[in-house]
């Protein structure tokens, strides 16, 4: 079975960490471009980071940009998100999604996803 699972979310302060991890099960995460995304009720999904499986080439939304650090494992098959400085407007589920072909900061574009974690921060 194809899987993705994300861990590491909660509650955190305004200018607090978190570190989120996406692993895989049912197949080696290692040869995909990864991204995360973020959403809240209402919203559209939104593009925070992707990192390719090629390069380790990165992106960063504008709204993370300096604060957020995407980067892959591959001897443990997992793709990391550190998110620093955070905000109150960085509240929302988080998701991993996976694609074996490019990468993008479009959530269409991605064939895999996790079933999400929630990120709150408030003080």
């Known amino acids: 079975q194809v899987q993705l699972v994300e861990s590491g979310g909660g509650l955190a302060q305004p200018g607090g960490s978190l570190t989120l991890s996406c692993s895989s099960s049912?197949?080696?995460?290692?040869?995909?471009?990864v991204g995360w995304f973020r959403q809240v009720p209402g919203k559209e999904r939104e593009g925070v980071s992707c990192?390719?499986?090629?390069?380790?080439?990165?992106y960063y939304a504008d709204s993370v940009k300096g604060r957020f650090t995407i980067s892959r494992d591959n001897a443990q098959n997992t793709v990391y998100l550190q998110m620093n400085s955070l905000k109150p407007e960085d509240t929302a589920v988080y998701y991993c999604?996976?694609?074996?072909?490019?990468?993008?900061?479009?959530?269409?574009?991605?064939?895999?996803w996790g079933q999400g974690t929630q990120v709150t921060v408030s003080s």
């Open positions: 999604a996976a694609k074996i072909l490019g990468y993008s900061s479009s959530w269409r574009a991605y064939d895999y």
């Open positions: 049912g197949f080696t995460l290692n040869y995909y471009n």
């Open positions: 990192i390719s499986s090629r390069d380790g080439s990165t």
